[in-house]
C-alpha cells in the first residue's frame, strides 16, 4: 500500500521510455539549459563586479525583455510555419555565438560592460524563437494523453538545471573564472544540437500558414476568446513581476550574509531545488482535474515564501523559503503549461508558446528591474518582502476580475475552440480588446 502511494506520486518517466523523439529533445534542452545557468549566474556576478549595483543588474536583464518579446511574438508565426527542427538547430547555433562573445570578453585584460548587455539581448532575441519551436514540438513527439506527463518532465528538467547549473557556477567562476564559463555554455549548445539533428521534420499540421502580421493577429484572436487561459499568463506576470528577487541575490549573499561567489551560487540555486523536488514527486499532478485553483494556491505560497525571505538575515533559512518558492512555482508551472497545451490547436502551438514564453521569460526580466531599482532606492530585504506582498494582492485582483479562474478544470475550455469567425483585426486591435477583458 505505501510503495503504490509513493509510486504515485513519482514523476513518471514513461513518455522518456516510450518515445524516442521526446528522449532527444528533453536531452538537449537539457543539455542547453544546464549551460544557460552557468551564464545567468555569470552575468549577474560580472555585472555586479563591474559596477557594484544592483540596479545595473536588473537592467543587465531588463535589456533582453524587448528582444525576447520580438523574438517570441514574432519567431511563433515562424514556428506554425516551418521545419520546427530546423528552428531549434539555427537558433541554438546563433545561441552560442552569444556566448562565445561573453566568454571573448570576460577573457580581456579590462572587460567592458557592453557586451554583456548586446551578448545577452541578442542571446534573448534567438531564445524567444527557440522556446515556442521546442515547445510545440512535444505536441509532434507525445500523444495527447501523456502531454502533462512530458511537461512535468521538461519542467523537471529545467529545474534540475536550475539546481546544478548555478551551484557549478559559483565553484567554476571561484576556481576557473568567467571565460571558462561562457565556454562550458557554448559547449552546451552545440551538444544540444547533436540531440536535435537526429529528430524527424516537425512540420506543423497541415504544413504550416505562411508567416506574417496575419498569423500573429490570429493567436492573438484565439486568446482573446480564452478568457481563462490568459487569466494564467497574468497571473504569472504577477508572480514574477512582482515577486522575483533574483536582482538582489549578488547584494544579499555577499552583503547581508557575508557570503562569496559560492553563497549567490546558492541563493540562485535554492528556488530550483525546491522545484526538483516537486517536479520528482509529481505523478499525483497528472490526477488534478482544478488545474486553475492549482495555480492560484501555487502563486500565493510563491508570494508568501517570498516575502517571508525578505526578512530573515539567516541564509539557511533563506535559501529554504527560496527553495519552497521554487517547489510552488513548479506547481504553477507545470499547470499552466498543461492549460496551454491541452486548450490550443497544434496548428496555434508555435504563436501562443511564443506568448506564453514571452510571459515566461519576460516577467522576470521586468521582476529584475523592478527588485533592482526599489533595492536601490529602500535596500534589498525591503525590495524582497514588498515585492512578495504586492504578488499577493495582484492575485486577490486577479480573482475579483476572473473568478472562474478558481474553478477552471482540465480542459475546460475545450482544445482547439476558437472565438466565432469575423473580421480580421490587426496586432494592435486584437491587443487592446485582450487588455481591456483581461488585464486586471
Given at each position: 500500500m505505501v510503495w503504490s502511494a509513493m509510486a504515485r506520486l513519482v514523476a513518471d518517466l514513461g513518455p522518456l521510455r516510450r518515445h524516442r523523439h521526446f528522449r532527444l529533445l528533453w536531452s538537449?534542452?537539457?543539455?542547453?539549459?544546464?549551460?544557460?545557468?552557468?551564464?545567468?549566474?555569470?552575468?549577474?556576478?560580472?555585472?555586479?563586479?563591474?559596477t557594484h549595483s544592483t540596479f545595473v543588474v536588473g537592467l543587465v536583464s531588463l535589456v533582453q525583455l524587448l528582444p525576447l518579446v520580438a523574438g517570441s511574438i514574432g519567431g511563433g508565426?515562424?514556428?506554425d510555419a516551418t521545419d520546427r527542427r530546423r528552428v531549434l538547430v539555427v537558433t541554438q547555433f546563433l545561441m552560442a555565438l552569444?556566448?562565445?562573445?561573453?566568454a571573448v570578453n570576460a577573457a580581456l585584460p579590462h572587460p567592458a560592460l557592453w557586451p554583456v548587455f548586446a551578448s545577452t539581448a541578442a542571446s534573448a532575441l534567438f531564445q524567444g524563437t527557440n522556446n515556442p519551436a521546442r515547445r510545440a514540438a512535444i505536441t509532434a513527439v507525445v500523444p495527447p494523453a501523456e502531454i502533462t506527463g512530458a511537461v512535468?518532465?521538461?519542467?523537471?528538467?529545467?529545474?534540475?538545471?536550475?539546481?546544478?547549473?548555478?551551484?557549478?557556477?559559483?565553484?567554476?567562476?571561484?576556481?576557473?573564472?568567467?571565460?571558462?564559463?561562457?565556454?562550458?555554455?557554448?559547449?552546451?549548445?552545440?551538444?544540444?544540437?547533436?540531440?536535435?539533428?537526429?529528430?524527424?521534420?516537425?512540420?506543423?499540421?497541415?504544413?504550416?500558414?505562411?508567416?506574417?502580421?496575419?498569423?500573429?493577429?490570429?493567436?492573438?484572436?484565439?486568446?482573446r476568446?480564452?478568457?481563462?487561459?490568459?487569466?494564467?499568463?497574468w497571473i504569472d506576470l504577477d508572480a514574477m513581476i512582482f515577486g522575483m528577487p533574483r536582482a538582489v541575490f549578488p547584494a544579499i549573499g555577499i552583503g547581508l550574509y557575508h557570503g562569496g561567489a559560492g553563497t549567490v551560487g546558492l541563493l540562485f540555486a535554492a528556488p530550483g531545488i525546491g522545484g526538483l523536488a516537486g517536479s520528482l514527486l509529481s505523478g499525483w499532478m497528472e490526477r488534478i482535474d482544478n488545474q486553475g485553483r492549482g495555480v492560484v494556491i501555487s502563486v500565493c505560497l510563491w508570494g508568501a515564501a517570498i516575502a517571508a525571505f525578505g526578512l530573515v538575515p539567516v541564509a539557511w533559512a533563506g535559501v529554504l523559503l527560496l527553495a519552497l518558492a521554487g517547489a510552488a512555482d513548479l506547481v504553477s508551472a507545470v499547470f499552466r503549461a498543461s492549460i496551454l497545451q491541452t486548450t490550443t490547436p497544434e496548428r496555434l502551438q508555435g504563436r501562443l508558446s511564443g506568448i506564453y514564453f514571452a510571459v515566461v521569460a519576460g516577467g522576470p526580466r521586468l521582476g529584475d528591474a523592478e527588485t533592482g531599482a526599489v533595492a536601490a532606492l529602500a535596500?534589498?530585504?525591503?525590495?524582497?518582502?514588498?515585492g512578495g506582498l504586492a504578488c499577493l494582492a495582484g492575485v486577490g485582483l486577479l480573482l475579483w476580475?476572473?473568478?472562474q479562474l478558481w474553478g477552471v478544470r482540465r480542459g475546460a475550455e475545450g482544445r482547439g475552440v476558437e472565438p466565432p469567425p469575423g473580421e480580421a483585426l490587426g496586432i494592435a486591435e486584437a491587443t487592446a480588446e485582450l487588455s481591456e477583458t483581461d488585464l486586471p
Open positions: 538537449g534542452q537539457l543539455s542547453s539549459a544546464m549551460g544557460s545557468q552557468l551564464t545567468v549566474v555569470a552575468v549577474s556576478l560580472q555585472a555586479y563586479r563591474l508565426p515562424v514556428v552569444c556566448s562565445a562573445g561573453l512535468a518532465l521538461q519542467t523537471m528538467l529545467v529545474q534540475w538545471a536550475f539546481v546544478v547549473g548555478p551551484s557549478l557556477a559559483g565553484l567554476l567562476i571561484a576556481g576557473a573564472g568567467l571565460p571558462v564559463v561562457y565556454a562550458i555554455d557554448v559547449a552546451s549548445f552545440l551538444v544540444a544540437i547533436a540531440f536535435t539533428l537526429p529528430l524527424p521534420p516537425l512540420v506543423p499540421e497541415g504544413g504550416g500558414r505562411r508567416a506574417g502580421v496575419e498569423s500573429i493577429a490570429e493567436g492573438l484572436r484565439f486568446l476568446g480564452q478568457r481563462l487561459l490568459a487569466a494564467t499568463f535596500g534589498p530585504q525591503v525590495s524582497v518582502w514588498s476580475r476572473v473568478p
